[in-house]
């Protein structure tokens, strides 16, 4: 229970000035741009903009900046703002086939065609700090060039077990149905994989991580290879009314995994490889990866597995992924709890006097 | 509507323009526009306005829909005075991308117009994205693993 409390309103006013004064830091140090932002925290700004379920460079650096660097803040701000803005539609399915990829690797096969190709990865470094980074340096790094470009449409390494039957066929349903939306629709069980890829999309990375990394620790059946993992980008197509036809409206940056598991079939299905999926925006493998886990440990029941942990449990999963939610409840504790505490502690003194009247009793006997 | 073709073709010249105009920056359109002479007055058909679009997927990357998440885009729609009347749908939140991007659809209509653009405008444009795509591609090509077999023990004969 809340009471409505006056008074404050200085102290609210003051602290949010001290707070802009504490934002900006030393004014004799340089105030950051959004465009350092964008280009030097990059992936602070992907990761923002995918858990805040909102594509834009510059707001979500914006977000970052006002947030101070707090991620779950700037994920909020982008999620409110995304609230006053109009609906136009929705694109056509990107198509990550026709990706320009700037990175693809394949756990699954050495000599995929198109090649495993790294990109600016974090895998392979030593982890150690490096201490050159510490100064701003006059000389910028350059990439080596190859003479051949990468090529412009790579097939898909799932295509390589598909073709054999091997795995499980990822084709659209029949009628190719509107997919569930979240943002304006409540949460509905059982859940469509339509209404959990949504969820998992814009769920907190933390999360997903751990709960990915609790399927492979055995609170869940996934044995999962990364058959294939890209990072670049694609073209978003949508077809406004009054055109009728679909145009491109640019290109955005996307991750995408997808892990095969082994299935040993079930009476309507024969034994073959199945699929976890996880996508993202920007340069966000680490979340694609756990998606994608958390993805395939939702469909225990599709395949007639057990539901026994965690993160086979659909309720538990999409009810706890969103960090706006979740900070949302959880900070709710700071609102004022003063009648409630004041009635609780009337209770717990009165528990006590009961208590300590029964020992005494006891001692006298 | 005015200037709407059906017919696949234009459809087609149509939908590669209006993807370079929204991949052109806003300065390049800017000085393009600023070399028309005269400069075509427009009518605002809608203003300029920023709104969202549902990026959808499939998973696995070919099967079911589902939102994956939302983008900013800004549209405008404009006419100018040969009746020609243009279109702008542009990621991110710039109006007056999205205005210039519409003017120059309408002005690829109009045959006085079209081949001044193509070749001042669009063309180049189309270039500098290729240039710069392939430029991205042959960084990500110089990361491509060149896997080698270590001889391990037996006779190499």
Not at chain 1, 166 to 187: G, K, N
Not at chain 1, 239 to 257: H, K, N, Q, R, W
Request: aromatic share 8%; proline share 5%; charged share 25%.
């Amino acid at each position: 229970m809340y009471v409505a409390v006056k008074g404050g309103e200085t102290a609210i006013e003051n602290a949010h000035q001290l707070l802009a004064e504490e934002r900006r830091g030393d004014p004799d140090v340089a105030e950051i741009e959004l465009t350092q932002i964008d280009e030097q925290l990059g992936l602070a700004v992907d990761r923002v903009m995918t858990e805040g379920s909102l594509y834009d460079r510059r707001l979500a650096a914006l977000a970052v900046k006002q947030a101070r660097g707090d991620v779950i803040e700037a994920v909020f701000l982008l999620r409110a703002y995304r609230t006053t803005l109009p609906r136009f539609g929705a694109s056509e399915p990107i198509d990550t086939a026709r990706m320009e990829i700037r990175r693809r690797i394949s756990a699954t096969f050495k000599d995929l065609p198109g090649g495993q190709i790294l990109g600016p990865t974090f895998d392979y470094t030593h982890r150690l700090i490096d201490f050159d980074l510490a100064e701003p340096s006059d000389d910028a790094p350059e990439a080596p060039l190859a003479e051949t470009p990468v090529n412009d449409a790579m097939p898909r390494v799932n295509e390589l077990l598909e073709s054999e039957g091997l795995l499980e066929r990822a084709a659209p349903p029949e009628d190719d149905p509107e997919p569930f939306d979240l943002t304006r629709e409540p949460m509905s069980f059982p859940a469509g994989r339509d209404q959990h890829l949504q969820n998992l999309a814009r769920g907190d990375e933390g999360f997903l991580l751990a709960l990915g990394y609790s399927t492979q620790r055995g609170f869940g059946r996934n044995h999962p290879f990364a058959g294939e993992i890209r990072m670049g980008e694609v073209a978003v197509e949508f077809v406004p009314e009054e055109l009728g036809f679909a145009v491109e409206l640019g290109d955005i940056t996307v991750s995408e995994c997808q892990m095969v598991t082994q299935f040993t079939g079930s009476k309507e299905a024969p034994p073959q490889f199945t699929q976890g999926y996880g996508l993202a925006f920007g340069f966000c493998e680490r979340k694609t990866m756990a998606m994608a886990l958390v993805d395939r440990a939702l469909r225990a029941e599709e395949f007639g597995e057990a539901v026994e942990y965690p993160a086979q449990d659909s309720e538990f999963v999409l009810y706890h992924s969103d960090n706006v939610e979740a900070q949302g409840f959880v900070s709710h504790l700071k609102l004022p709890h003063y009648v409630d505490f004041q009635a609780e502690l009337t209770l717990v003194r009165r528990l006590r006097a009961d208590y300590e009247q029964a020992h005494r009793q006891e001692a006298a006997e | 509507m005015l200037g709407n073709s059906s017919d696949d073709a234009s459809n087609a010249a149509r939908k590669r323009w209006i993807g370079v105009l929204a991949r052109t920056d806003l300065d390049t359109l800017e000085d393009s526009y600023a070399t028309l002479s005269p400069l075509p007055k427009h009518a605002i058909l809608r203003k300029s306005e920023t709104g969202l679009v549902m990026v959808r997927g499939r998973a696995n990357g070919t099967g079911q829909k589902f939102n994956a998440g939302e983008m900013t885009v800004t549209r405008c729609s404009v006419r100018i005075p040969s009746g020609m009347v243009g279109h702008a749908y542009v990621a991110g939140r710039s109006r007056r991308h999205a205005e210039l991007a519409a003017i120059f659809d309408a002005l690829l209509q109009d045959p006085d117009h079209a081949a001044g653009i193509e070749d001042n405008l669009i063309a180049p444009s189309a270039l500098a994205l290729a240039e710069a795509r392939q430029l991205k591609q042959r960084k990500a090509a110089a990361t491509k693993v060149d896997f080698f077999t270590m001889v391990r023990g037996e006779d190499p004969a």
